[in-house]
Nanobody, 124 residues
């Protein structure tokens, strides 16, 4: 049974920074893309960032490009999202995911595992 557990969410002022982490257990995920998605109240879940299994390629949504950085440590089976220059519109529940993710515009995305989510709230 694979579990993805996110941590690091919280309340931060606009312009501030947060670092989200995702720890995987149950199996190694070094053959999967991993990524972050988010869902704001009343909105659909949306792609935020992804990283290929090797860590060679990263992808970002236009809304976070230049502000967020995704990284992974396959030896520790962990994923991270460093978020800077946060804006109120970044407020959402952030989910860790593993599977075939691709870029923001991928049409062949298949998520094998989801985390339970962590709340990020950015105050103005």
């Amino acid at each position: 049974q694979v579990q993805l557990v996110e941590s690091g969410g919280g309340l931060v002022q606009a312009g501030g920074s947060l670092r989200l982490s995702c720890a995987a257990s149950g199996r190694t995920l070094n053959s999967f893309d991993m990524g972050w998605f988010r869902q704001a109240p009343g909105k659909e879940r949306e792609f935020v960032a992804a990283i290929t299994w090797s860590g060679t390629d990263t992808y970002y949504s236009n809304s976070v490009k230049g502000r967020f950085t995704i990284s992974r440590d396959n030896a520790k089976n962990t994923l991270a999202l460093q978020m800077s220059s946060l804006k109120p519109e970044d407020t959402a529940v952030y989910y860790c995911a593993a599977g075939r993710i691709g870029s923001a515009y991928s049409t062949s995305r298949q998520i094998a595992y989801w985390g339970q989510g962590t709340q990020v709230t950015v105050s103005s």
